[in-house]
């Protein structure tokens, strides 16, 4: 069965630095979002991209935060300057046409120390 | 997107039907019900969603009322691994990438 996967699964780095979530959505999907969930938290809609533009966005995904496909297969998040409070796990869901079911990735889980 | 409303958490026997409800009242004509779940910290994982209709697939169905104010999630035989937290969302217009709007969810506890 086709799957969202996501790497690393566990991602430590100091605070200010930069980091890249990378995702590889379902092959022939066309929506990609990022999610975040901070600890004992709910899930946060972060940004979805669609046709190599950003569809909308999240008050949190600010400027701090960047999406980009840079080739056919790869969905990739930047953080900027990281945050103690960036610390979480990151989501990327990718749905086909018609933007039906969305289906996740296990996640990749920040901490920035 | 509509707000839903569900109990925080529930409890259920392995092998019985596992109902949950949602309620969302303010939902409108163009708008779907879809319900997610999260095995611990994994990504959400899509279950099943409906517009009007009473919808059954592989994993469950989703009997909604005729008003569409409310629907129930029915895992008709529960077993241990459908311990979770189902998240009932409403979401409008799925022709374009919009997005779901999460809650806190029903905390199912699936027991022996």
């Known amino acids: 069965e086709p799957e969202v996967t996501q790497t690393p699964s566990h991602q430590v780095t100091q605070m200010g630095q930069e980091v890249i979530l990378r995702c590889v959505p379902i092959s022939n999907h066309l929506y990609f979002y990022w999610y975040r969930q901070i600890l004992g938290q709910k899930v946060e809609f972060l940004v979805s991209?669609?046709?190599?533009?950003?569809?909308?966005k999240s008050e949190i995904f600010d400027d701090q935060f960047s999406v980009e496909r840079p080739d056919g297969s790869n969905f990739t998040l930047k953080i900027r300057s990281t945050k103690l409070e960036d610390s979480a796990m990151y989501f990327c869901?990718?749905?086909?046409?018609?933007?039906?079911?969305?289906?996740f990735g296990q996640g990749t889980r920040l901490t920035v120390v | 997107d509509a707000k839903t409303t569900q109990p925080p958490s529930m409890d259920c026997a392995e092998g019985r039907a596992a109902n949950l409800p949602c309620n969302h009242s303010t939902i409108s004509g163009n708008e779907y019900v879809y319900w997610y779940r999260q095995i611990h910290s994994q990504g959400p994982q899509y279950i099943i969603h409906?517009?009007?209709n009473n919808e059954t697939n592989e994993m469950a169905s989703l009997i909604i009322t005729e008003d569409r104010k409310s629907s129930t999630l029915i895992l008709p035989h529960a077993t241990l691994r459908d311990t979770a937290v189902y998240y009932c969302i409403v979401r409008g217009d799925t022709g374009t990438a919009s997005k779901l709007t999460f809650g806190t969810g029903t905390r199912l506890q699936v027991t022996l």
């Open positions: 409906g517009l009007k």
């Open positions: 991209f669609y046709n190599n533009e950003i569809s909308e």
């Open positions: 869901a990718s749905s086909g046409q018609g933007a039906l079911e969305a289906f």
